[in-house]
């Protein structure tokens, strides 16, 4: 599918979830150690139905308190088919993956163990802390229709929790206790919002409104920095305090062209410009800087969207052209492609951890690994998915969304 406000670039592919869903399957992940070993092929996690891919005051008359410790839940039924390591009653594993791997709520394959968090939802966006998994639900039904979701990440024993609804959310982020995400359900209308992960009454805190159509966010330090896509050359990265703006937000770079993914660190701010022909990733001190720096950019790069960044690299999908690239932070050399599909590809979420880079493939339908160091353009297949979208790892999971779910694999 395509973004309504930004037609050359894929979008919801969670508009293609039926909604005639009515149940939601929340599984427990179980952590048992249990000896034995049983392995599998590289599983397919669903059928696709898709073709494609600081002040302490806030400018919001919101009540809202991001520490509030209530929150709604996903109506209607749930069904919960597993919920402990062991479902046999007397500490044995039901089913051993493997090298201490314990499985009974999932599915072993390779000695790892693949479950279903959740499932009934339209995930696009995924972010994770120490104990929960967070996404975005699209907005299947048209604007204001979506929401950003909940679940712990061992498992939501029978429900999935309902931070906000009544979103268009783009993309999330999380710090200190935190959710804040983009929501844009119609250009000049965008907003900043953020709730608390123990929840917000459903009654997030506005952070900036009257927004063309905000994108990618990260936080760095005492400030937020989005994405503001107002169309090739003119869109801009703006910036407040995490509380909230005391006013209009602040420029953060201008002349920027159509901003999605937006990444940071302690130091500096770094974000893709999607261009289908000439698209480039930037970097600026989160301070602020007279011009940005290019990692990336021209012909070669077409349509670069998901972007994570390490202490030494930053890494990005280019989702026009089927690659997975990495340039040192403050460029001085050229993009090294850790890999580049032989076919129709579309890697679309990126995550990295100590050792390695993960991505999803929409187009391909698949969940990759490869070194940091590189994988000579063989990447290790993780799962087969449908049309998968974003990703995020743990120190010992890897968490993505695709259609109709939320899934975790153990150990990534």
Request: charged residues 10%; aromatic residues 6%.
């Amino acid at each position: 599918m395509t973004h309504p406000l930004r037609p050359g670039l894929a979008w919801a592919r969670g508009l293609n979830v039926q909604l005639v869903v009515a149940v939601v399957t929340v599984l427990d992940v179980a952590g048992a150690a249990c000896s034995g070993a049983t392995s599998g092929a590289v599983p397919s996690t669903g059928s696709s139905s898709s073709s494609g891919g600081a002040t302490t005051t806030t400018a919001s008359s919101s009540t809202s308190s991001l520490s509030s410790n209530s929150a709604s839940t996903t109506a209607s039924s749930v069904s919960t088919t597993g919920s402990s390591a062991s479902s046999t009653g007397t500490g044995a594993c039901a089913n051993d993956c493997g090298a201490g791997v314990c499985c009974d709520a999932g599915t072993c394959v390779s000695g790892r163990c693949l479950t279903t968090l959740a499932s009934g939802q339209t995930p696009m966006q995924i972010a994770v802390d120490s104990t929960s998994v967070y996404w975005t639900n699209a907005s299947v039904a048209g604007p204001m229709t979506g929401s950003i979701m909940k679940c712990l990440s061992g498992g939501c024993g029978g429900q999935a929790t309902t931070l906000a609804a009544t979103q268009t959310p783009f993309q999330l982020a999380l710090d200190g206790g935190i959710v804040y995400w983009t929501d844009t359900p119609g250009q000049g209308s965008g907003r900043v919002l953020a709730c608390g992960v123990s929840g917000c009454n459903n009654n997030p805190a506005v952070l900036a409104s009257s927004l063309n159509a905000p994108t990618g966010i990260a936080v760095s330090g005492s400030a937020l920095y989005w994405g503001d896509d107002a169309g090739v050359g003119v869109s801009k990265i703006l910036t407040c305090v995490k509380s909230g703006c005391a006013g209009p937000p602040t420029p953060f770079v201008s002349g920027q062209s159509s901003p999605w993914g937006l990444v940071a660190d302690s130091l500096d701010v770094y974000w893709t410009n999607g261009g289908a022909t000439s698209g480039s990733v930037m970097q600026c001190a989160a301070s602020g800087c007279s011009t940005p720096t290019p990692l990336a950019g021209g012909p070669a790069e077409n349509q670069p969207k998901a972007i994570a960044v390490d202490g030494s690299s930053v890494y990005w999908d280019d989702y026009g052209g089927g690659a997975v690239k990495r340039a040192p932070i403050g460029g001085g050399s050229a993009p090294t492609t850790l890999w580049m599909s032989a076919s129709l590809a579309h890697p679309a979420g990126i995550a990295v951890d100590a050792t390695s880079v993960y991505w999803t493939d929409e187009y391909g339908g698949a969940v990759m690994k490869c070194p940091k160091s590189g994988c000579q353009g063989n990447p290790e297949l993780l799962a087969t998915a449908a049309s998968p979208e974003g990703v995020a790892a743990d120190g010992s999971s890897l968490y993505w969304a695709e259609n109709g779910k939320v899934m975790k694999l153990t150990p990534k």
